[in-house]
């Protein structure tokens, strides 16, 4: 089983980046896709998910508005397209995928500064 990301960097704020989460090893169209994020020195905090057919996501607060998640299972890669990227929005990003068990990626870095 593999979680692959991919796309993080360093932006300025106010700009845009399109992560992706790259599924292999399991039948990805039967599992629940979210994407996670954790900021230096504090606790992880969900972000998105998306249902296996990809319809009904959900939104942390904080990113409502802004980042949106898709999937698809044709190519079994999740994403997450970040807009209007904010200094708070640093973090190492990750994918996760949940059903009877849960996998995760390794992660990749966003980095939001001027």
């Known amino acids: 089983v593999q979680l692959v990301e991919s796309g993080g960097g360093s932006v300025q704020p106010g700009g845009s980046l399109r992560l992706s989460c790259a599924a292999s090893?399991?039948?990805?169209?039967?599992?629940?896709m979210s994407w996670y994020r954790q900021a230096p020195g504090k606790d992880g905090e969900w972000v998105a998910t998306?249902?296996?057919?990809?319809?009904?996501?959900s939104y942390a607060d904080s990113v409502k508005g802004r980042f949106t998640i898709s999937r698809d299972n044709a190519k079994a890669t999740v994403y997450l397209q970040m807009d209007s990227l904010k200094s708070e929005d640093t973090a190492v990003y990750y994918c996760?995928?949940?059903?009877?068990?849960?996998?995760w990626g390794q992660g990749t870095q966003v980095t939001v500064s001027s």
């Open positions: 998306t249902s296996n057919i990809g319809g009904d996501p």
């Open positions: 090893g399991f039948t990805f169209s039967q599992y629940v």
């Open positions: 996760k995928a949940s059903r009877r068990r849960v996998y």
